[in-house]
């Protein structure tokens, strides 16, 4: 499967952004997605992930309840919609997919990921 992620951008702190990761080649209805950053000079880090039939989600601390992510399995898209953003959500994001199916925050599981999408929040 091939995953597109788009929708990254400058905005100011405090504004909203909502990212969108397209796929290609499969379905995505039996892969569990999830959202990961990077940030200049920073590992990569887990953001946000999603189960197939979006019975289950996790965030990260740093961004829960600012950020929410949703699948639409029938347009092979997966979102994550991101308010009150803060200079610190600065980074490249990333949309995955696993082929467990379960929402998971260790990127080792996952087997497919997108060319990842600059998010700039600016003060």
């Known amino acids: 499967v091939q995953l597109q992620a788009s929708g990254g951008g400058l905005v100011q702190a405090g504004g909203s952004l909502r990212l969108s990761c397209a796929a290609s080649?499969?379905?995505?209805?039996?892969?569990?997605m999830g959202w990961f950053r990077q940030a200049p000079g920073k590992e990569r880090e887990f953001v946000s992930a999603?189960?197939?039939?979006?019975?289950?989600?996790f965030y990260a601390a740093s961004v829960k309840g600012r950020f929410t992510i949703s699948r639409d399995n029938a347009k092979n898209t997966v979102s994550l919609q991101m308010s009150t953003l803060k200079l610190e959500d600065t980074a490249v994001y990333y949309c995955?997919?696993?082929?467990?199916?379960?929402?998971?925050?260790?990127?080792?599981?996952?087997?497919?990921w997108g060319q990842g999408t600059l998010v700039t929040v600016s003060s």
């Open positions: 995955a997919a696993n082929v467990y199916g379960t929402a998971r925050l260790d990127e080792s599981v996952y087997d497919y």
């Open positions: 080649g499969r379905t995505i209805s039996r892969y569990g």
């Open positions: 999603i189960s197939t039939t979006s019975a289950s989600t």
